[in-house]
């Protein structure tokens, strides 16, 4: 009895079947289909490490299509915009980005708000044409560049742009909404399509558009638009040069833009404006 085979991970179990790989035992709870015969599951953990990710032209791992990371950011707007109807003004302020001298600022300790604020909305349609942007940017550039690229590119876009509130705006004014990300993809699709020869004129139509609305039109921040189209541009550009293999410059890049805006946001919490 000594010499009937046992699988390595099961020793009670009598195993005539080997891995095709290894030789050894396995019992059918550790075998697994191969190309020729089965393979042990250790075997096909061991090749399976060996196997490298497909990824995109951006260096962002290829999922199918999949935009986990755009469907997330809509559903917390949609959830914050609704919460923002049954919570008081003076709470709902705390979240938005408010200018130095209106209640909670930013330049008050306020830290928070010019991510949070980009989760905001002053009403349905400031949501649902901000959710339609953000949806067919986020499907277009979530899977080309990968979950964590998009996700880096949209908040520093989001930080652009509170950015560019506070320091162009004037004091008093309360800014929500995620337009400044929402422009820093529309930057960032314009930039990639250039690297990549793709066609860019209609999208440069659209930014246009959008921007001189929020110029000519009364309470939209074109401050907040300048500064995440910016934002985004650089990052979008930073990550297009480095696509070909070079992630140290992609994420230098965006690190670099992100120390930016960061003291940027650091010089307006002093109370201090351009």
């Excluded at 989001?158 to 705006?169: E, H, R």
């Amino acid at each position: 009895m000594s010499d009937v085979p046992v699988c390595p991970r099961h020793p009670d179990r009598e195993s005539w079947v080997r891995c095709q790989r290894c030789n050894r035992p396995a019992c059918p709870e550790c075998q697994r289909p191969a190309a020729v015969g089965v393979q042990c599951v250790d075997c096909v953990a061991a090749g399976n490490r060996d196997v490298r990710t497909a990824r995109t032209s951006f260096g962002g791992a290829l999922r199918s299509g999949d935009t986990v990371v755009t469907k997330v950011l809509i559903a917390l707007c949609v959830l914050a915009f609704l919460g923002g109807k049954v919570v008081p003004d003076s709470f709902y302020y705390q979240f938005a980005l408010v200018g130095d001298g209106y209640g909670g600022s930013f330049a008050s300790g306020e830290w928070w708000q010019p991510v949070t604020a980009a989760f905001l909305h002053g009403n349905t349609v400031h949501l649902l044409f901000n959710m339609y942007a953000l949806w067919i940017t986020g499907q277009y550039l979530e899977p080309l560049l990968g979950r964590l690229r998009f996700s880096a590119l949209y908040l520093v876009s989001v930080l652009g742009g509170a950015a560019g509130a506070l320091l162009l705006a004037a004091p008093l004014t309360v800014t929500v909404g995620a337009s400044g990300g929402i422009f820093g993809l529309f930057a960032a699709m314009f930039v990639v399509n250039r690297h990549l020869g793709r066609q860019t004129s209609q999208i440069a139509v659209l930014i246009v558009i959008n921007f001189l609305i929020g110029v000519f039109v009364a309470g939209i921040s074109w401050q907040g638009h300048l500064g995440g189209l910016l934002a985004g541009a650089v990052v979008a550009w930073a990550m297009a040069r480095g696509r070909k293999g070079n992630p140290v410059l992609q994420w230098a890049g965006t690190g670099a833009v992100a120390v930016v805006v960061v003291g940027l946001l650091a010089y307006a919490a002093t109370g201090s404006r351009f």
